[in-house]
Every structure is written in structure tokens, then in C-alpha cells.
């Protein structure tokens, strides 16, 4: 698959990730290891089953295996990788943290930086490819082509997300980067993961109770006609605002984003999606209570955390919500020790597989807390 | 180019897939290089706004998908992709912009020596249309990396090569992303034009002039 440009052949499948001339050498970044003694500062303790959890995925990795946590949304399953972090670093070996969506990149970055204060944690993805060394690299999976056979520990978080999902070359990008061990990590197992699981390509280990001890939100669902789920929209931010709780409002597209953002007259509301320029800045203002409401489409379903959050979704029938996304996206309820409760309507026409599954597999994670 | 694996199977320029639905245009046109599926992708905008006293005809809509495939042609230098932006167009407007000097905004020497193309001028040099290039910037910056605020910065920066010549027919301007139309603004102070030409508008864009779309009646029919 070689395109012809003046004189040079370039492949086509590949170029996405840097055009590389026939004959031409990469040019890859310099990457350094050294033997790293460092201990990570949490703001809390590890729950007992926490540090289970994180001593087990270690015994696995140093025995050579290819790990999966299979833990639940808010569970903690960042924190339970940094004694295996630890662990490689005074190794002198080399890590990386990848995951799909830029957004969690910067959100992690950040969280890492402040566990790992004497280390230095680069973030590399669109808008941040100026560092591209560091004692630990937090990247898009997309980014791993910079990195071919690089590291002795790559954790995956969110495999279960877009695109990675559906994409064989970014699987195969996360092949050539990772010379020593995987880690990976999600709340949900689709179909390519089952089939590594049932090839005993990797060993699981499970992690359902949340930090707190409270169970997981189970959403409640409504079925109604599209013009009565924004009634019932109305009346339930009305509710939430009356109880002074912030509400994430998820909706399929970005012009329904703007468009119910318009119809909350009254109410202190502000969009936010993917293209949005402002998108980082709105989230630090709702962080900091700006507005009462946020409506977003699946930019927000992943790595976000918000206090006291309460959560709808909007024509949750809509084929963009899979079951992993809705997972995710009641996920973000309840996640802090502060208030582990809340929230979560899913507002449908129609009550699909998606939408049932996601509850069933809430209630199953429940079942084992 | 189009590299085939079999005698009488092209490739979707983009997605490298086989051509599983041939566009409708198949009998009339012997070159067909993007996929019923790649094609829809494309959000049609085909309108046209009258900004002081300037028309703005834009072809799409900006999104993410067409921001990756512009980043795959001019950052990753996917030279090929230049025939994909414009080949859903009929060929009266072809006719139509040959009617037109056409003006370009184009990268800074240091870009073009490393890219070893200039992107604009390949996408309408693929159809016979020549892209003039009177403008050059004093700094190296990159619009799509800077806030709202630093983008108005071109005003300064962007300047007119002395003794450039190009034709008297009236003139066009012609771009490939319309953001703030900051970029467009500068140059449209340094050369007047009538009419300007973008291949991608981004929504915000789109939704701020909402009150401004005119229809042109020679251009989008």
C-alpha cells in the first residue's frame, strides 16, 4: 500500500503516524532509563482490598504475565497500579501509561504528577509533543508509534473506549511499544478483551467495591416520548438545583448539546463537546461551580470527577450510548468519600439491550460487594 | 495515486478500502477516488455569507474527522489525499472557479521546505486551477495552535511580496480552514477581495454568522 511523491515511495497505512520515506530512518526520540527509588504520596490510604488488588497485579507482572483488572468505575484502579510503577522504576525499567482519549491524558497527567512529586511525568499528545522523555510517559494510544519497543510495563487503561475498540492498527502500535509486560485496565470487557481472557492471554483480577464501601449507582430508567424527556429533564434539574447539586446532562450529538442548552432558559447552563475550543476552560469552571448544569455528549463520559455530581442521560437509546459508555457515564456518581451517593436517570425511548445491560452488570458488581 | 491490488478494484484514497459502492458519477467520470462511506463523512455546508460587503462561499463543515484528515495531508504529508477535498464537485465548478484569479494563504518558507508541498496549491493544482501566492508571513506561527486571542496576531505579521504580479481578472480567496477568519481578515486588508473560498468552516464559526447566509446566485447552485 506505497503512495509516489517525487521520486519517493511512503506507505499509506501508516502515515498517520509520521510519513516515513522507503529508505528513510525514523527518527525516534531518545529515551533514557535509570533505576528510580520512589514512593507515591496519596491524600488517602489504600482500602484493604485496594492493596490486594495491587499486590496481586505486581506478582503477576513480575512472574511475566500479561494482566486485566476488571474493576468497577471510581474503584481506585489508577492508585492499585503505582506500587507496580514503583516496582519497575527502582528496576530501571521503562513505563507508560496510555489510554485513549486526550482528555484523560491531561487529567491523568496531572494525578500522577502530584502522587509522583520528585518524578518527572510528561503528558505527550495533540498540543503537548514538545517533551516527548520523561521518568513516566503518560500518552494517547495514538502516540505509541513514537515509542517502538520501549517500555517493560505499559498499562492501558479504558481499552473498552473509541477508538482504540475498533481500531487494529492502534492494537498493533500497542504491540510494538510494550517489549516487557501489559496492564490493563477497565470497567467493562468487550468482545476482544473475552477473547485474550478465554486464550489465557491474561490473567484477571477484580476490584468491585468503590473505596468508599457504597455501592455503584443503579440508574433509574424512564421510558417516554422525546418531548416528555425533556419535561422530565426540566423537572429533575429543578429538583437537583433546589438540592444545590451539580447535574452532568449527557446527550448523543453536539447540536443537541447546544440546542438543550438553549431550551434550559432559566436555569445556569453552559455545552461543552469535542470541537468545543473552550472545552478544558468549562470544565475547570464547573469544577469550580459556575453553573448549576453541563450538558455534554460522550466527551465527558470517561476519567472526569466532580463532586456531588448528579448524572441524566438524554435519549439514552440513542446507538452512540453502548453499554460501555453508560456504565461509564453512571460512573461518574458517587465517586468521592465525601458523597457517595447520587443520582442517575437514564431517560429512553426505548428500553434497549444497551441500556439493560448496563444495569444488569451495575447490579452484578453490586451483588459482589 | 492509486496503488491496485487487482486489475479492476481502486482503493478509497482514505479509508484504503476497496470501492464496495461506486459513487453515482461512475458512467460519467473514469476517476473516482473516495467511497460512498468516506464521502458522507464529509458534512455538506454548500452556503454562502456576505460579511462587509465580502461573499464567503463555504464548501463543509469543520469537524473532527475532517480536522484528522487534513492533519494526516498537511502534518503527515499524505501528499495523495490532496485529490479527496474537492472530488465530489461537479465539474461546472471547476468551470466556475477558472473564471477567477485565485488567491491563496499559504505556509511559511520553513513549512514548505519541510513538507516539500504547499497543500493549498496541490488541492486545486489536481484540477487544473492555479493558486497565486502574494502573501508571506514575517514570523513562523501556526493559527490552529494559538488561542482566540493570539490569532490576531496575522494582522501584524502577514505581508504582501513586493512586485508580485497576477492577472486582472477579479479575484478570490481561497483557504482550507475558516476558524476565527482572522487569517482571512488580514489579507482581505492587504489585497480587497470580492468573494472568498473555504474548504472547512468550524461550527462555531458557522453558528456566529448564522444571520449572514446569502445566497450567491452564481456559486452553490
Partial sequence: MFAYDHGVYYCRKCVAFGRLNVGEQDQRPTIVSKKISVEPLLRFRLTPEQKRVSRQVLDHLLNHKDVFVYAATGAGK???????????????????????????????????????????????????????????????????????????????????????????????????????????????????????????????????????????????????????????????????????????????????????????????????????????????????????????????????????????????????????????????????????????????????????????????????? | MRVNDSKDEPLCLICLQKERQLPSRFLLEEDVCVCRECQKKFILHKKSYLIDQVYYHVLFEYDEWAQRLLFQYKDQRDIVLRRVFLSSQEKRFFEKMKKYTLVGLCSSEKKRQERGFEPLLEIFSEYALFVFSPFYKQEEIKQSSLSKQERARIQKILKIKEG??????????????????????????????????????????????????????????
Wanted: positive net charge; glycine residues 4%.
Fill in chain 1, 78 to 369: 489508577t492508585e492499585i497500579t503505582f506500587e507496580s510503577i514503583c516496582s519497575y522504576l527502582a528496576q530501571g525499567k521503562k513505563v507508560g501509561f496510555a489510554i485513549s482519549r486526550r482528555q484523560v491524558v491531561l487529567e491523568l497527567w496531572e494525578r500522577l504528577s502530584s502522587a509522583f512529586p520528585t518524578l518527572r511525568v510528561v503528558a505527550v499528545t495533540q498540543g503537548y509533543t514538545d517533551e516527548l522523555d520523561g521518568d513516566l510517559i503518560v500518552c494517547t494510544i495514538h502516540q505509541l508509534y513514537r515509542y517502538p519497543f520501549t517500555f517493560d510495563l505499559l498499562i492501558l487503561d479504558e481499552l473498552d473506549a473509541f477508538p482504540y475498540a475498533q481500531d487494529p492498527l492502534l492494537h498493533q502500535l500497542v504491540k510494538n511499544a510494550c517489549k516487557g509486560e501489559r496492564l490493563c485496565l477497565s470497567a467493562t470487557i468487550d468482545e476482544q478483551l473475552q477473547k485474550e481472557i478465554d486464550a489465557k492471554k491474561l490473567e484477571v483480577v477484580e476490584l468491585f467495591k468503590r473505596p468508599h464501601g457504597k455501592p455503584l449507582i443503579e440508574p433509574k430508567i424512564i421510558q417516554a416520548p422525546v418531548w416528555f424527556q425533556f419535561v422530565l429533564l426540566r423537572l429533575y434539574l429543578e429538583c437537583f438545583i433546589r438540592d444545590r447539586k451539580q447535574t452532568l446532562v449527557f446527550v448523543p450529538t453536539r447540536k443537541k448539546a447546544i440546542w438543550i442548552k438553549r431550551m434550559l432558559w432559566g436555569i445556569s447552563v453552559e455545552s461543552i463537546h469535542a470541537q468545543d475550543p473552550q472545552k478544558d476552560e468549562k470544565m475547570k469552571l464547573f469544577k469550580e461551580k459556575k453553573w448549576d448544569v453541563l450538558v455534554s455528549t460522550t466527551l465527558l463520559e470517561r476519567g472526569i470527577t466532580i463532586d456531588s455530581v448528579q448524572v441524566i442521560v438524554f435519549q439514552a437509546d440513542d446507538p452512540v450510548f453502548t453499554q460501555a459508555s453508560l456504565i461509564q457515564i453512571f460512573g461518574r456518581v458517587g465517586r468521592k468519600f465525601s458523597d457517595p451517593y447520587g443520582k442517575g436517570i437514564c431517560l429512553c425511548q426505548f428500553r434497549k439491550k444497551s441500556i439493560l445491560s448496563c444495569v444488569s452488570t451495575i447490579q452484578k458488581m453490586n451483588r459482589s460487594v
Fill in chain 2, 164 to 221: 508580485y504580479w497576477m492577472p486582472k481578472k477579479k479575484r478570490m480567496l481561497v483557504d482550507d480552514v475558516l476558524t476565527t477568519g482572522n487569517s482571512v481578515q488580514a489579507a482581505l486588508s492587504l489585497i480587497p477581495m470580492k468573494e472568498v473560498f473555504v474548504l472547512f468552516a468550524h461550527p462555531l464559526w458557522i453558528e456566529s454568522h448564522q444571520k449572514d447566509v446569502k445566497k450567491h446566485d452564481s456559486f452553490f447552485i
